[in-house]
Nanobody
Framework: QVQLVESGGGLVQAGGSLRLSCAAS????????MGWFRRAPGKEREFVAC????????YYTDSVKGRFTISRDNAKNTVYLQMNSLKPEDTAIYYC?????????????????WGRGTQVTVSS
């Protein structure tokens, strides 16, 4: 069993930055891809970014490419999401998730453990 706890959310003005963290406990995440998803008000939860187990490959949804960066520190069992140039449409609850395998994926079914989320609100 693994527990995932997100932190770092908050209220920020458009154009600002936030760094989300996802701390895992219960077992190592070194063999697993990790992902970030988000759920905006009134919308379905959607893929944001993922990173393979070694950190050698990352993937992003088009709307955040060039603004968000996913990274991981396996020694700390932690994954990060650096969010720059934030826009009001980035407002959502952000969730981290542990992948089934080392490679990750774009679908929620590719992940089997989820955190409770952290709220990000971007004001215009």
């Amino acid at each position: 069993q693994v527990q995932l706890v997100e932190s770092g959310g908050g209220l920020v003005q458009a154009g600002g930055s936030l760094r989300l963290s996802c701390a895992a406990s219960g077992r190592t995440i070194i063999w697993n891809a990790m992902g970030w998803f988000r759920r905006a008000p009134g919308k379905e939860r959607e893929f944001v970014a993922c990173i393979t187990s070694t950190g050698s490959n990352t993937y992003y949804t088009d709307s955040v490419k060039g603004r968000f960066t996913i990274s991981r520190d396996n020694a700390k069992n932690t994954v990060y999401l650096q969010m720059n140039s934030l826009k009001p449409e980035d407002t959502a609850i952000y969730y981290c998730a542990l992948g089934h395998s080392y490679s990750g994926g774009l679908n929620q079914g590719d992940y089997n453990y989820w955190g409770r989320g952290t709220q990000v609100t971007v004001s215009s």
